[in-house]
């Protein structure tokens, strides 16, 4: 899997100097229990690091700055213990260029009638702490999150995990380098979009290359490098020959190694962590690329076919915020129209993320009547069961659009013999007929990303983050 760096998240406390010094030392020791214990709880996927009570806007200007600068910091979470005047925060918060999220919680979760007295409530003053904080957000529209509950419940300490995989997704995806090998598929609209402006808002990189560069790199793969992956491909996979003479299975696995081998390596040289590819530019291939892509979707690149940069970039995206965990490149391939059969059969020729396979996946070569060129060997698995999210984006010239709805996936009711391809069915939560109609009047396209561990409100979190106009059909 393609790294990410160990990102950690800064957590502050507003406060003022009205009720004393005793209570702010009580407030940052309130804080330091509540970042110690949410790291303790096992459930978020970077660490929180209490920083300080902020209590001037000086130093909330300074602190932002901080986060701004560091690297090592995806993000700021903030909690009001007591009344933090908003006022203080403007200059700071304005400043801030990473995701935001308030922390709208209470140290106790009760009210403690038989001791309550004016000492406590100088201290715990978060129920209206909290909105007048969330007031200048408000006001200087700075899309950011609020979570709101108790922080010791797992419903809170849940919500701040999904959350802090989608802020350092934010941050990684303005280092997305998405390599295009050969252009768009031809007269195709949907996967087409102005890159410059995918650069300026998602961070997005999309560079072209003619097939000759990377045709050079695969042809000086070492075939000792192919053994290799040929024995590791073996020890995690079943190799069915079918109908081929042993020779010519046993090339046309190569080759796609090959293709592998020579891609990922120039796509590391360039420090590109997503591609496309296209049937229509093969020049000096043997093969379109089939298992070599599932392969490097498997390492954690982002894929579009047809040349669609746009989800190759996205895909990338949720990779990171998934931890490369069920999240697949999809095509609405073709339909069950029948009652109580309704569903989407999500495909591709050959380019299907076998970490959604429910089954061991088999390599296996087939002819592909597209794109003329030798029969490729590909991945053949069934996908899985359980609840799921469909998610692409379309470009408006006004804006971006990401169009998404929640989906029940299931497995294929039978064996499809003649359609050697890895395969997986769903349908809309909303049903096949609404979901489908909501999708295309939004305008979103064929191609998607499927994911069975993130959840709708994050990829809302991550659009809106990034600004972009939003499809979320419910
Ligand atoms: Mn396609």
């Not at 070599?292 to 895909?315: M, V």
């Not at 076998?354 to 009547?369: G, M, Q, T, W």
């Not at 497995?411 to 007929?433: D, I, M, N, R, S």
Request: no cysteine; aromatic share 10%.
């Amino acid at each position: 899997m393609l790294s990410v760096p160990d990102y950690e998240f800064w957590f502050v406390t507003g406060s003022q100097h009205l009720y004393g010094e005793e209570q702010l030392k009580s407030v940052a020791k309130d804080a330091q229990d509540i970042a110690d214990k949410l790291n303790a709880s096992g459930k978020l996927p970077y660490k929180v690091v209490f920083k300080d009570v902020m209590t001037t806007a000086d130093g909330i200007t300074k602190f932002m700055k901080e986060v701004n600068y560091n690297d090592k910091v995806a993000g700021v979470i903030t909690w009001m213990h007591t009344f933090s005047p908003a006022k203080n925060w403007i200059r700071g918060t304005e400043l801030l260029q990473k995701p935001l999220l308030h922390l709208a919680t209470q140290y106790l979760n009760n009210i403690p009638y038989a001791d309550i007295d004016f000492d406590y409530m100088n201290l715990n003053q978060s129920a209206h702490g909290d909105r007048e904080y969330a007031y200048i957000n408000a006001r200087l529209q700075k899309n950011n999150k609020i979570v709101y509950g108790y922080w010791g419940d797992d419903d809170v300490q849940e919500e701040i995990a999904r959350w802090e995989d989608v802020a350092v997704a934010y941050n990684e995806s303005f280092k997305v380098k998405v390599a295009r090998f050969g252009d768009t598929m031809r007269n195709v609209a949907v996967t087409e979009g102005d890159k410059v402006q995918a650069q300026i808002q998602m961070g997005w990189t999309v560079d072209y290359y003619g097939i000759g560069d990377l045709v050079k790199e695969i042809n000086a793969v070492d075939s000792a490098d192919v053994d290799k992956e040929y024995a590791d491909l073996e020890s995690r996979y079943e190799m069915v020959q079918g109908d081929n003479d042993a020779d010519k299975y046993t090339h046309s696995v190569r080759v796609q190694l090959q293709q592998y081998l020579g891609i990922k390596r120039f796509l590391e040289k360039g420090g590109y962590t997503a591609f496309t590819t296209n049937f229509e530019d093969l020049y000096g291939m043997e093969q379109l690329p089939g298992l070599a892509a599932q392969l490097l979707i498997r390492d954690g690149y982002g894929f579009g076919a047809e040349g669609d940069w746009k989800t190759a970039a996205l895909g990338r995206v949720m990779k990171i915020m998934s931890h490369n965990k069920q999240t697949a490149f999809m095509e609405d391939y073709t339909l069950d129209l029948r009652k109580g059969h309704e569903a989407i059969l999500g495909s591709h020729m050959l380019e299907v993320d076998p970490s959604i396979a429910s089954d061991k996946p088999r390599v296996e070569v087939h002819p592909l009547d597209i794109g003329g060129k030798a029969d490729p060997a590909r991945l053949v698995f069934t996908g899985s069961e359980g609840d799921a999210i469909d998610v692409t984006v379309s470009d408006f010239r006004d804006n971006f659009k990401m169009i998404s709805y929640a989906v029940d996936a299931h497995k294929p009711e039978a064996e499809t013999p003649k359609l050697p391809v890895a395969k997986q069915l769903w349908t809309p939560k909303v049903g096949l007929k609404n979901g489908a109609l909501a999708w295309m009047q939004a305008g979103g396209g064929h191609h998607t990303m499927l994911s069975f561990s993130l959840t709708e409100e994050q990829m809302e979190d991550f659009a809106t983050m990034m600004h972009m106009n939003k499809a979320f059909i419910k």
